[in-house]
T-cell receptor, first 108, second 115 residues
Framework: AQRVTQPEKLLSVFKGAPVELKCNYS??????LFWYVQYSRQRLQLLLR??SRESIKGFTADLNKGETSFHLKKPFAQEEDSAMYYC??????????FGTGTRLQVFP | NAGVMQNPRHLVRRRGQEARLRCSPM?????VYWYRQLPEEGLKFMVYLQKENIIDESGMPKERFSAEFPKEGPSILRIQQVVRGDSAAYFC?????????????FGSGTRLTVV
């Protein structure tokens, strides 16, 4: 079964500090991974797909097959980045199973 | 394209009543997923449906919960005889096909409060 682990429930940083939200996966085959973001009391939104290798709102995520990780990074956090972040593979084979999520708090 | 529409946004029910949550997928999407988000917890998969079929209900509680996605109309998540522990945000997502590499589109959720 495809699984992801987000070891941190809460990550607090000050504005301007670098951010790394951890995600480790464990399953065989070619992984397809996503990061979703949920701002306060809003719907989940797709933030990144690893296959697109794009940067959204300054966030990037690189798939590291050796470490089986897909950490989300941003060099300089902004207050508006405060949100809940979920890592997810596409499921086995047809449903999204999210990690437990990491709440990012960016203090001014 | 109105996106995934969920209603109501907020629902208050007394213990023992029934709750009906509706989800209209994006136009052209025939796959619907329901998730529950308990306070201060992550998203838990509940059920995956296609038109007139339940594909995977491995995340549904064994009792009181049911879901359907009829040929016409929205998908319905039904909770009978609600209890306080059912209070949560329920999110629906849709996709054009399972295992969609473009990700899923989520609705704004229904916040159920059981009093």
């Amino acid at each position: 079964a495809q699984r992801v682990t987000q070891p941190e429930k809460l990550l607090s940083v000050f504005k301007g500090a670098p951010v790394e939200l951890k995600c480790n996966y464990s399953y065989s085959g070619s992984p397809e991974l996503f990061w979703y973001v949920q701002y306060s009391r809003q719907r989940l939104q797709l933030l990144l797909r690893h296959i697109s290798r794009e940067s959204i709102k300054g966030f990037t995520a690189d798939l590291n097959k050796g470490e089986t990780s897909f950490h989300l990074k941003k060099p300089f956090a902004q207050e508006e980045d405060s949100a809940m972040y979920y890592c997810a593979p596409p499921g086995a084979p047809d449903k999204l199973i999210f990690g437990t999520g990491t709440r990012l708090q960016v203090f001014p | 394209n109105a996106g995934v529409m969920q209603n109501p946004r907020h629902l208050v029910r007394r213990r023992g009543q029934e709750a009906r949550l509706r989800c209209s997928p994006m136009k052209g999407h025939s796959h619907v997923y329901w998730y529950r988000q308990l306070p201060e917890e992550g998203l838990k998969f509940m059920v995956y449906l296609q038109k007139e079929n339940i594909i995977d209900e491995s995340g549904m509680p064994k009792e009181r919960f049911s879901a359907e996605f009829p040929k016409e109309g929205p998908s319905i998540l039904r909770i009978q005889q609600v209890v306080r522990g059912d209070s949560a945000a329920y999110f629906c997502a849709s996709s054009s096909q399972g295992n969609d590499n473009y990700g899923y589109t989520f609705g704004s959720g229904t916040r159920l409060t059981v009093v």
